[in-house]
């Protein structure tokens, strides 16, 4: 399969503990993003990143959220001192052109 | 991002065209009209794409008025796994994210 991955496709967490969700982009593309979908709502963004280097981070990303995509390669979304509103589904896109493939996301229940 | 304007909801039949909706009168002249679809459960998936002529691929076509503000994406013959929430983005130039809104969720019946 050489679509995007993501890993894991569900994770229920206690409130307070860290996460971390990663995403495996179509290979040779450039271009990595996080999406954070709630229920009932499109996906909103979180942040992008052009190879290793990260070029914008959403308002939403608030200091408990870290991405990285080391060698431009894989990416981590890590959550510090998780909180029940971090509920959500997160979903990982890559690109190299306009049109951006979409991962199957990881949803997060924060109990 | 050009603000777009969708229906809420729209139901279809099987095997009919599903004509979307789609306003973005704000667009500029270098706004492409993209078009993505999120079936329950799964990440969103791309559809087409357009700047001012019609175009048409293997999932759909997509129309787009004259004077840009508004446009119309079909699918010709909607099968049952078409049911899905439609979004339909106009992105800044040379701003490869995506900004969704609520999208129009489509219910294709038998």
């Known amino acids: 399969d050489t679509g995007v991955s993501q890993d894991p496709r569900h994770k229920i967490t206690k409130r307070g503990q860290n996460v971390t969700f990663r995403c495996d982009p179509i290979?040779?593309?450039?271009?990595l993003y996080w999406y954070r979908q709630t229920l009932g709502q499109g996906p909103e963004f979180l942040t992008y990143f052009q190879n290793e280097a990260q070029l914008e981070k959403s308002r939403l990303l608030s200091d408990r959220f870290s991405a990285e995509r080391p060698k431009g390669s894989f990416s981590t979304l890590e959550i510090q001192r998780t909180e029940q509103g971090d509920s959500a589904m997160y979903l990982c896109a890559s690109s190299r052109t306009v049109e951006a493939f979409f991962g199957q996301g990881t949803r997060l229940t924060v109990v | 991002d050009a603000k777009t304007t969708q229906p809420t909801s729209m139901d279809c039949a099987e095997g009919r065209a599903a004509n979307l909706p789609c306003n973005h009168s704000?667009?500029?002249?270098?706004?492409?009209v993209y078009w993505y679809r999120q079936i329950h459960s799964q990440g969103p998936q791309y559809i087409i794409h357009g700047l001012k002529n019609n175009e048409t691929n293997e999932m759909a076509s997509l129309i787009i008025t004259e004077d840009r503000k508004s446009s119309t994406l079909i699918l010709p013959h909607a099968t049952l796994r078409d049911t899905a929430v439609y979004y339909c983005i106009v992105p800044l130039p040379d701003d490869y994210k995506l900004s969704f809104g609520a999208g129009t969720t489509v219910t294709v019946r038998a």
């Open positions: 704000t667009i500029s002249g270098n706004e492409y």
């Open positions: 290979s040779e593309h450039n271009r």
